[in-house]
């Protein structure tokens, strides 16, 4: 209850009995915004307004069941009385797990069932501390943490380099040092030699002297930069590796939600971005920043007045660098997001681009396009812009501080009270500390640009897995393949529920037809087996554990699935055969193969196993990948057996083949099969009849053919269907 | 030929489903339907002479079009009908559905931006609407804000709130300043 607020004292005091729950909603109810209160007791639901006025009441004797309309954006919480339904409240989408509980809880008391207990994602996880929505498995608050953690997360992945880098910082100095020397020979030079016009040997030294420093600098600046595309090169690899880690290990139902060509920028773009940041970023910051010190110090030492003077504008350009930083980075992302919606653009379109040229849609395809690219177009030219616009302003301020120095400089010089070569050591030192001033605008720039790349990186890596893997998995072992499905609900969308109370009990090896009109749950129903998505309610057990507490591995070990949609790898036909199991002899994908009557078109192949599939390779025809996929399943061995469509879309050969090939697979098998055909179920031991979610019927073709119900009314149908293709095809 | 066909399909279906075809869309006729609340607060209807005691309703286009083609559905999710355009419809039914419309499509309508902050890796608008004010909270912002076209703008909470903002040329100058650096 750690996430629910206390009822305020006002409306406490006058409580009678002990509220059995109570929750705050966030709408009154004609839809404004404002709070109020739902007390449940034993006796009663009621409604109390903040202030502690007691808004409505309904006795629980009145009321038959609960139940909540689901809205758009928000719902509404009904009860059903004897003289029909009433409203109690309405709320926003952000209290929709909570006052779902409620409405059970309402109905459980009304029928004086056991009242089901609140699971912590009932409750909307809010901040405790400024009430900010929390994410699904992180208790952080993200306003709450601190903002240079971001900084600081980004640079822990420096970690590992850390000799490299310090040496990287150790060249640095040196070399940032060894640039201060040159001004001061020419101070010299102009003082000792050119002045006084001592031609001595004075003049031959000082230049040797400039030359050896270009020398060494050169020489320090290549090492350094070395080091540097060697540490910026491990560190994107790492950041990348990490990227890709994330991808892999989130849930099926995080991509559901997103385009897949997103992340092929992200995974490059954006940890280049950070990279640039990191390595030339912080480098060359903290050698600039070394440098100006040492430059103050230099000048203060030269004439302390003169660089007091000098340095007036300073403030105003780091002002105006400070107002730009928080401008720029909205701006970057801004401009992230236009290259972002012409990228799926071009995804979209160039995945879909037989449907574009099916229906002859190329120019409208292309006007999209021309619209989305002139967004872009528009934004990179503001983003550069402004960018182009503050360069010329900053050298404008620091160019103010050196026409100081001239005037009051020379004046002091055609005063004898300081040297020429002071002078131009003082020019030339400031000319070398408003450059990096200059660039501060430069560094806003990378930072920004690495902390929004950094923050959608972090995004993907923060990421819950909807299905998390438990801490102490139980081993398992071996199954024998019994699967049980204990009052299972599900929706992709919480609260639009696809599979209901699906309760199962199916004995190991057996093999179960699933059946009903698309859309009835059948594919998410073989989607929570493999436990891609996790159930909002009831468990479904192997062998006798809950699914939850095997680990994904494990459980994806006994499990094998021949899709809809036959995915081959980019790689040869015995690579994708023995996917699941690298180590698999020749032999092995050979007996695979046969079993899965898919050996002799392979061998008859010109490249035979070696036959590149995916992508990019050969071209495979729908039953020939299909009988590849079987092998692959073969060759996994797995205790429990999916099967989605298996022999869709083939001609009848073909579907003979396939047929064999799975009969062979599921010998001895759990296996869940679905089908559109219902003769392809024929044998299965047991169909189980599906409908808008729920089980209607379970039973032998025979029996279910007998009760003449749902089955029935679909296979026949099918039979109607199949003679208008007839028709058709004749 | 073709003409031959149709007369054939026709005779062969019962004379009931020839009078209403299963698959044409029903639009309802505005004289023959009436919206009313029940004491409970439920929106309830007679449609066609036949009395319901629940009704839901939903947009059929709800970012095209808000007030015209309504789709009218008993509990159990079956259309009864389509309204075309409830401004054709009685006064008491057309204020009742009009209420029910927003009660169910729960989208303010933004009539000023206070702020949009970016905290952390989050986007926070502060807002006021003409439900009262509220806060939206984002993940980013190319994935919950929408622009469904003339100026319109869809926000979309990290929970599923939603707000809208009908036309931003329309804003006052601040909130436009707001805007104006995230889109």
């Known amino acids: 209850m750690e996430f629910t607020e206390k009822i305020p004292i006002t409306i406490e005091a006058q409580l009678k009995e002990q509220p059995l729950f109570y929750a705050a909603t966030d709408l009154m109810n004609d839809g404004q915004f404002g709070k109020q209160w739902l007390i449940l007791t034993r006796t009663e639901v009621a409604i109390w307004a903040e202030d502690g006025n007691l808004t409505s009441s309904l006795p629980l004797s009145d009321i038959t069941d609960a139940r909540v309309a689901g809205g758009v954006g928000g719902g509404t919480l009904i009860a059903d009385t004897k003289r029909g339904p009433v409203i109690v409240l309405r709320y926003t989408a952000a209290l929709t797990s909570i006052f779902g509980h409620v409405a059970k809880l309402i109905g459980a008391l009304a029928k004086g069932e056991e009242l089901p207990t609140a699971s912590e994602k009932d409750f909307p996880r809010l901040c405790p501390k400024c009430r900010t929505p929390l994410s699904h498995d992180s208790l952080a608050c993200p306003v709450c943490k601190n903002n240079g953690k971001v900084l600081l997360r980004m640079l822990s992945y420096a970690k590992p380099y850390r000799k490299q880098m310090i040496a990287a910082a150790i060249m640095l100095i040196l070399t940032t040092l060894i640039e201060l020397i040159p001004p001061y020979l020419t101070k010299r030079l102009v003082d000792d030699v050119l002045t006084p016009k001592d031609m001595g040997s004075a003049l031959l030294w000082i230049v040797v002297g400039l030359a050896a420093t270009s020398v060494v600098l050169t020489g320090m600046q290549i090492v350094r930069g070395l080091i540097g595309v060697w540490i910026g090169s491990k560190l994107m690899g790492d950041l990348r590796r990490d990227v890709y880690q994330s991808l892999m290990r989130l849930s099926l139902s995080f991509f559901d939600r997103r385009q897949s060509s997103q992340f092929i920028g992200r995974v490059n773009s954006d940890s280049e971005a950070m990279r640039q940041f990191m390595t030339d970023g912080v480098i060359w910051v903290s050698g600039e920043f070394l440098r100006v010190v040492a430059i103050a110090i230099i000048m203060f030492s030269l004439d302390w007045k003169l660089t007091l003077l000098a340095l007036l504008p300073t403030p105003l350009m780091i002002i105006m660098s400070s107002l730009l930083w928080p401008k720029m980075g909205r701006l970057w992302y801004q401009q992230w997001r236009s290259v972002f919606r012409l990228n799926s653009i071009v995804g979209d379109s160039l995945q879909g681009i037989r449907v574009v040229k099916a229906f002859g849609q190329e120019s409208a395809e292309t006007s999209r396009y021309s619209a989305s690219n002139r967004d872009l177009i528009k934004s990179d030219i503001r983003v550069q812009g402004i960018w182009q616009g503050v360069f010329p302003i900053f050298s404008l301020i620091a160019g103010a501080g050196t026409l100081l120095i001239w005037f009051y400089g020379g004046r002091n010089v055609l005063n004898d009270g300081m040297s020429i070569g002071t002078l131009i050591a003082m020019i030339t030192y400031l000319g070398m500390l408003l450059g990096p001033l200059q660039w501060v605008s430069q560094m806003l720039n990378w930072a920004s640009h690495a902390i929004s790349a950094a923050d959608r990186v972090f995004e993907i890596m923060d990421t819950p897995a909807d299905v998390p893997d438990t801490v102490n998995p139980a081993n398992i072992g071996r199954v024998k393949g019994d699967v049980e499905f204990k009052q299972v609900t599900y929706g992709y969308e919480k609260h639009h529920p696809v599979l209901k109370g699906i309760s199962l009990n199916v004995k190991a090896g057996e093999m179960i037809g699933l059946v009903g009109h698309s859309g009835a749950g059948k594919s998410t129903f073989i989607n929570m087996i493999c436990r891609f998505y996790d159930s909002d309610e009831g468990t479904i057990t192997i062998d006798g554990n809950d699914i939850r507490t095997i680990s994904q591995n494990d459980l994806r070990q006994q499990i094998g699935v021949v899709l809809q949609e036959t995915f081959l790898f980019d790689g040869t036909i015995a690579e994708n055969i023995a996917y699941s199991k690298p180590d698999a002899t020749e032999l092995d994908v050979m007996r695979a193969a046969k079993i899965a009557n898919a050996h002799d078109f392979i061998v008859q192949l010109p490249d035979g196993y070696d036959t590149r599939v995916g992508e990019r390779g050969h071209k495979l025809s729908g039953g020939e990948r299909q009988r590849v996929a079987i092998a692959r399943a073969i060759i996994h061995d797995p205790r429990i057996l999916i099967l989605d469509e298996a022999t869709a879309s083939v001609d009848t050969v073909t579907e003979r083949l396939i047929q064999e090939a799975i009969s062979r697979l599921v010998k001895g098998r759990t296996t869940f099969a679905i089908a559109h055909r219902l003769s392809t179920l024929r044998n299965a031991d047991r169909l189980v009849v599906l409908d808008h979610g729920k089980i209607v019927e379970v039973g032998t073709h025979e029996e279910l053919l007998q009760a003449e119900g749902a089955y029935f009314k679909l296979v026949e149908a099918q039979k109607e269907l199949s003679q208008i293709k007839g028709v058709e095809s004749a | ?183």
């Not at chain 2, 939903?58 to 401004?87: A, L």
């Not at chain 2, 622009?147 to 599923?160: A, K, S, Y």
Request: glycine share 4%; hydrophobic share 35%.
């Open chain 2, 1 to 183: 030929m073709n003409e031959l066909e149709v007369k054939e399909v026709q005779e062969e279906q019962p004379a009931e489903l020839a009078e209403k075809d299963p698959f044409e869309i029903h639009l309802l006729e505005p004289e023959r339907i009436s919206f009313s609340r029940s004491s409970g607060g439920v929106f309830q209807a007679v449609i066609e002479g036949k009395a319901y005691d629940e009704i839901v309703l939903f947009r059929v286009f709800p970012f095209r079009y808000t007030t015209q083609f309504i789709s009218v559905r008993n509990p159990k999710n079956e259309e009864i009908g389509i309204v075309r355009d409830i401004s054709l419809l009685d006064r008491e039914s057309r204020t009742e559905i009009e209420k029910e419309l927003q009660l169910r499509y729960f989208l303010p309508i933004v009539t000023r931006i206070e702020s949009v902050k970016q905290k952390a890796d989050l986007w926070i608008w502060e807002l006021g609407t003409n439900l009262g004010d509220t806060r939206i909270v984002m993940r980013n912002l190319h994935e919950f804000m929408q622009f469904p076209g003339n100026n319109r703008v869809i926000l979309t909470d990290m929970n599923g709130k939603r707000c809208e903002i009908r036309d931003y040329e329309q804003l006052d100058s601040h909130s436009k300043r707001q805007l104006r650096d995230v889109m």
